[in-house]
């Protein structure tokens, strides 16, 4: 049974009890949030080594950090390296989205190696041995795409971004309406060649209860692709993204149906005004399951710098309403990204969705900022240090310019404002 069937009978499972004491629930309200489908517990039944986190409603908004080889770069020991680092950042998940290399073996050794829940897109590998089978992503079958979710199933990946949400009637739209970046999701562009290649339907939409059974099986948790998140600022909420999400709720009713746990993936890029009516949308036509995005990436102007931009629309988004959030790194758009982009990633993403739990009235949010301001009231370094959401940065810097075991901070040395005022009120420290 999948947690969310067991949720439905009242059944409140090993999980349901530690997560509801690390979000601050009572078991039985996690596992009424479950029951409803508001929420997903992230664990495949065959992982016996992962350690479970809960996404949806409610609860701390979590981030995921994608890591993966290309065809161009293929280093299984730095993505290791990259995972490392996404762990040590505070990444509570990772998409394995590798596309190059031996797949089956990084993905078994992932697993293996690390305990936060593991993503991946089936549809990718699929596409590769395509490749090297037949000689094009085209020509894989419908029974290849089917094999792939099974096996990687059954290999203990626990969530899966199936892009079963992408139509004929969808692509036609796209076709018809003018967009201008069309399709910028590799799964959702894998997808359209391979309909149109063959003229057919896409097997992952009209065979959708061989998907459901795959999921229900292992208990991996559906991820709805988002094949036609827009690609740009000017193609956001456009007819076919909309579209899209009809299409995404039709499906997630299906799973919910099916006693299936399942969130629905996002864009992508949305100008800022518009993120309260994106989340709004999905969250009304999708039952109300866990929103999953990329982002919100603000503007499309800033290479180099798209970990702010996807930081500015993620505390947004999580504000609105969005529940777990896939990092964007420096490299977005540049390159694959290296440990530091990686690390830049989950950091500025973490500050992001915190700064958003703070106005969500997450639990211990407000508590760590309020503990952060009684250290820097005090001027106790260590402490601050201790408490800062990356503490290594934190000290690197703090070593940089300031004389071995000084009061202050070099920013304004003797004239230090809190700890001058604090003297005048008769207390020590002061506030920045
Ligand atoms: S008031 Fe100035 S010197 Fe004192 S801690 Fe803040 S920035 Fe540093």
């Known amino acids: 049974m999948t947690q969310l069937i067991k949720a439905r009978q009242g059944i409140i499972t090993p999980e349901v009890e530690r997560l509801a ?36 409603e409610g609860l701390r908004t979590k981030v995921n950090a994608n890591i993966g080889t290309s065809p161009d770069c293929v280093d299984f020991s730095d993505e290791l390296h990259k995972i490392r680092v996404a762990v040590a950042a505070g990444a509570d998940s990772i998409m394995e989205l590798s596309i190059g290399g031996d797949v089956d073996a990084f993905h078994r050794q992932v697993l293996d190696t690390f ?43 626990d969530f899966m971004a199936i892009h079963a949400a992408l139509n004929m009637s969808i692509v036609e739209r796209l076709k018809n309406q003018g967009r201008i970046t069309d399709i910028v999701s590799r799964g959702g562009a894998f997808l359209t060649g391979w309909m149109f290649h063959n003229e057919q339907e896409n097997p992952l939409y009209t065979q959708f209860d061989r998907v459901l059974e795959i999921c229900k099986k292992y208990d991996v948790t559906l991820s709805v692709g988002d094949a036609i998140r827009p690609g740009c600022i000017e193609d956001s909420l456009d007819r076919a993204q909309v579209q899209g999400v009809i299409v995404a709720g039709e499906l997630v009713q299906r799973a919910l149906e099916a006693g299936v746990q399942v969130m629905v993936e996002g864009p992508g890029h949305v100008p800022v005004d518009q993120i309260p009516a994106t989340i709004l949308l999905q969250k009304q036509l999708c039952h109300h399951v866990p929103y999953y995005i990329l982002g919100n990436l603000v503007t499309d102007i800033a290479p180099g710098y798209d970990h702010i931009t996807g930081a500015i629309g993620a505390t947004a988004a999580a504000m609105a309403g969005a529940n777990f959030i896939c990092y964007v790194t420096p490299a977005e758009h540049l390159r694959l990204p290296t440990a530091e982009d990686v ?90």
């Open 21 to 56: 004491k690390v979000e601050g629930l009572t078991a039985e309200e996690l596992c009424e949030k479950v029951a409803q489908g508001r929420v997903v517990i992230l664990k495949n039944k065959q992982r016996k080594n992962s350690i479970a986190i809960a996404v949806g």
């Open 115 to 157: 305990t936060l829940p593991v993503g991946s897109v089936p549809t990718y590998q699929t596409g590769m041995e395509s490749i090297a089978k037949h000689g094009s992503v085209v020509d894989m079958t419908a029974e290849d795409m089917f094999e792939m979710i099974e096996r990687q199933a059954e290999r203990g990946i």
């Open 343 to 432: 690390h830049a990633g989950v950091i500025a993403t973490r500050i992001a969705t915190h700064a958003a739990d703070i106005v969500n009235k997450v639990k211990g949010a407000r508590e760590w900022d309020l503990a952060m301001a009684h250290a820097r009231k005090a001027l106790d370094w260590n402490k601050q240090i201790e408490l800062s959401i990356d503490p290594p940065t934190a000290r690197r810097i703090r070593g940089e310019r300031n004389e071995e075991g000084a009061e202050a901070c070099s920013m304004c040395g003797g004239f230090c404002a809190m700890k001058l005022v604090g003297e005048h009120l008769g207390k020590t420290g002061g506030t920045c």
